[in-house]
């Protein structure tokens, strides 16, 4: 075969079929029916008595062609693939290395053996994406290592390290590369020891019905609202009463009616979406990164601790200033306690925590940052703060070096500004916790040069942050979202709707909490002090609602002081309303002559969530956010919008943006000239476009 992205060779008398299908082995149409064409070669040649599985480049198959899964599926389905491997007459061995997921691993589990090199990873994320596992993993995986431990490896999507693999029993050793020479040496090894094929399907599954309730109680609360991780548990649940050709027709059944749902189409949009945000659409393709080998944080608060710790888990070198030896201490102390616990609640161990605080040293003079490639400033959130550090860093740093400002919603260009060389200066926009939120706003400024994008958006995947670049507005792309959200969330209290009901119909929504009681969590005094700084009140807003700004003024700023919008028995949970909070919100709507009245939940969501839809959809029309997708990547990894709805804007499409053009100007009728609907909408409405069609 030349012009397969499969090829069969043989080695002494093993047949090795190799495929060769960038970038990752997707088992795409032209892999499957080169498998099969290849395995008719190998079981035809008659010295090849075993046969090994291997892929060429960086990885074993990575699953499924996800691409292809809007399209109608085409024979040989995989599932087809995996079951002539399993009965073939000769020994069949996986040769894994890189990541074997989803239908990878099933390949490697239609295999009789499997070997991995020690970087190889294995696993089954197809329930990120919507979907169960739907060429065997739920019917084999539990006949190799027993029901909870295949719910285990199914429902969390977790990956396994090959070690872990192999103590596990999903692979039989771990080898030494190169990796086809070790497996071919392997199968010689089963040929001469007289062993054959070894099928999975003939295995019985371990486990009782026990294991299935224990892990539908145990995921009931983390996948609240999705649909996927059940299903699969119905798949594995099967796999205990059923011969595996019964339980792989149901599995099919469950695989397709999940990749079906609004849900599954939602994950696996947002799955190309999150790659798709770090490609910048007027970057040269040829713009050259800057190296990034050590790093500098000024400011040791909680923000600059957090980007530090980044950096040292990210395994680069990170030096924080402080302005005086006593801060530079203390911040490094509350960073060897951050570690400190995470080693104790296990999630670290002692040596690897040693070895990130190892990597950050604490510093009071700039000159300790001067060879730093990239320097994050992270002080007070107070544009002349920000820009003195700024140009004493020019006056310290080799021009090439990036200057990064952490600024939640100061105007980046002002800060490039304070550089002679502003070319040099962007925004590095974490989200608190820093060292625990993926999503990174990269905010390009008027002046940031196409070397710094370059730099930074590949920095930021190394950071293991999902970054999304922002122009320059106030609030950027998700607080500037946020902030609308907000405002009707106090407009319907003003209306007549409490925080607990308000609250309550956004997390049924889906998201982990209500805008009140998030607000409670990060401190209402956060955006009273932005709106002082900024001078934001009821100039600008007709309808301000002052209640938080009332609390504020009391020392009521939440979790923190025991009290804000709700009352806290230790700190943390709520054990009712803050009266004082409907007092003032009646008082309000008293002087501004509103009626107060009962409000349903379907309206509290739809004020809400079309707020932000609708600002978005500014975001777009200004040349803030360069796509619908990247506004959605924002909200799914900053603001915990449901993965299973997509994003704002996909749900807008879901919506329909004719019926939802009307009902904006439904509410702008309704609520004032706020509500227009954003002219975007409007074009795309009218030509009966999706905002998908921008997504490019
Ligand atoms: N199908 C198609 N394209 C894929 C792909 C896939 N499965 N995985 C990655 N790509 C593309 C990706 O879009 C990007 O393209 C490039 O490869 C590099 O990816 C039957 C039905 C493998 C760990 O869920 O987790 O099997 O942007 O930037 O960071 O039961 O990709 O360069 O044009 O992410 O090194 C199950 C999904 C599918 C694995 C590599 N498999 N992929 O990470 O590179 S469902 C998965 C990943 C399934 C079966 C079911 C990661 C990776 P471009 P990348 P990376």
């Given at each position: 075969m030349t012009d397969s992205v499969v090829s069969y060779r043989r080695d002494g008398n093993v047949g090795v079929i190799t495929t060769n299908n960038p970038?990752?082995?997707?088992?795409?149409h032209a892999v499957r029916a080169g498998i099969l064409a290849a395995l008719d070669d190998a079981e035809a040649d008659g010295a090849a008595e075993a046969i090994v599985i291997a892929c060429e480049r960086?990885?074993?198959?990575?699953?499924?062609?996800?691409?292809?899964?809007?399209k109608p599926p085409q024979h040989p389905f995989l599932g087809e693939v995996i079951d002539r491997l399993e009965k073939c007459p000769k020994p069949v061995v996986a040769a894994l290395h890189g990541t074997a997921l989803g239908g990878g691993l099933e390949i490697a589990l239609g295999c009789h053996y499997r070997v991995a090199v020690p970087s190889a990873q294995v696993g089954l994320p197809e329930v990120s994406l919507g979907i169960i596992p739907g060429a065997g993993g739920t019917q084999r995986l539990p006949r190799l290592i027993g029901v909870a431990a295949a719910l285990d490896v199914i429902i969390g999507g977790k990956r396994l390290t090959a070690a872990a693999a192999c103590d596990l029993g999903v692979i039989d050793a771990v080898v030494d590369a190169p990796l086809t020479d070790a497996a071919i040496a392997y199968a010689t090894d089963l040929v001469a020891a007289g062993k054959g094929p070894r099928p999975i399907g003939a295995q019985t599954v371990s486990g009782n019905e026990a294991d299935i309730e224990e892990a539908r109680k145990r995921h009931a609360r983390r996948y609240r609202g999705f649909n996927a991780p059940f299903r699969a548990i119905d798949a594995v649940e099967a796999s205990l009463r059923t011969p595996l050709d019964k339980g792989l027709v149901l599995e099919r059944e469950l695989f397709e009616a999940c990749n079906a749902t609004v849900e599954a189409r939602a994950l696996q949009y947002a799955f190309f979406a999150q790659r798709q945000a770090a490609k910048i659409k007027d970057l040269p393709k040829e713009t050259e990164p800057r190296a990034v080998d050590h790093a500098g944080v000024i400011g040791g608060g909680t923000m600059g601790r957090g980007i530090a710790m980044v950096f040292a888990d990210a395994g680069l070198p990170v030096t924080l200033l402080e302005i005086s030896t006593e801060a530079r201490d203390a911040t490094l102390d509350a960073i060897a306690k951050s570690y400190d616990g995470m080693v104790s609640r296990g999630r670290l161990s002692r040596d690897v925590a040693d070895e990130r605080l190892s990597r950050i040293s604490g510093a009071?003079?700039?000159?300790?940052?001067?060879?730093?490639d990239l320097v994050v400033e992270a002080v007070f959130e107070e544009m002349d703060i920000k820009k003195d550090v700024i140009a004493k860093l020019d006056a310290t740093l080799g021009t090439d070096t990036l200057i990064a400002t952490n600024t939640s919603y100061l105007d980046v260009n002002a800060l490039a500004s304070a550089s002679t060389h502003p070319e040099r200066v962007l925004g590095m926009h974490f989200f608190s916790p820093a060292n625990v939120m993926k999503l990174l706003e990269v905010v390009r400024a008027d002046t940031t040069s196409h070397t710094a994008l370059a730099t930074v958006m590949p920095l930021a995947k190394k950071l293991g942050k999902i970054p999304v670049v922002s122009g320059v507005?106030?609030?950027?792309?998700g607080n500037r979202m946020l902030q609308v959200y907000q405002r009707e969330a106090n407009r319907l209290l003003q209306e007549g709707a409490t925080i607990t009901q308000i609250d309550k119909a956004i997390y049924d929504f889906g998201l982990p909490m209500g805008p009140f009681a998030v607000r409670d969590l990060a401190g209402i005094d956060v955006g009273w002090r932005m709106r002082k700084a900024f001078g934001i009140g009821r100039a600008q807003d007709a309808r301000y609602s002052a209640v938080p700004d009332l609390l504020c003024e009391r020392d009521q700023f939440g979790q923190k002081t025991g009290i804000g919008f709700y009352v806290y028995e230790d700190g943390r949970?709520?054990?009712?309303?803050?009266p004082l909070v409907a007092e003032l919100a009646a008082a309000e709507a008293k002087e501004l002559g509103i009626a107060q009245r009962n409000i349903d939940d379907g309206e509290v969501v739809e004020r809400c969530i079309y707020a932000m839809i609708n600002e978005g959809a500014n975001l777009l029309d200004e040349g803030i956010?360069?796509?619908p997708s990247d506004i959605d990547i924002v909200w799914l990894n900053g603001y915990g919008f449901p993965a299973y709805r997509g994003g704002p804007m996909f749900y807008a499409d879901t919506i329909g943006l004719d019926p939802l053009v009307k009902h904006l100007h439904g509410l702008a009728e309704a609520h004032g000239s706020e509500w227009t609907p954003a002219p975007l909408l409007a074009r795309l409405a009218s030509d009966d476009h999706p905002l998908t069609s921008l997504n490019r």
């Open positions: 970038p990752v082995n997707a088992l795409s960086r990885t074993f198959h990575a699953g499924a062609d996800i691409s292809e899964f809007g009071t003079d700039y000159a300790d940052l001067a060879n730093a507005c106030h609030g950027f792309i949970k709520a054990t009712g309303e803050n956010a360069q796509r």
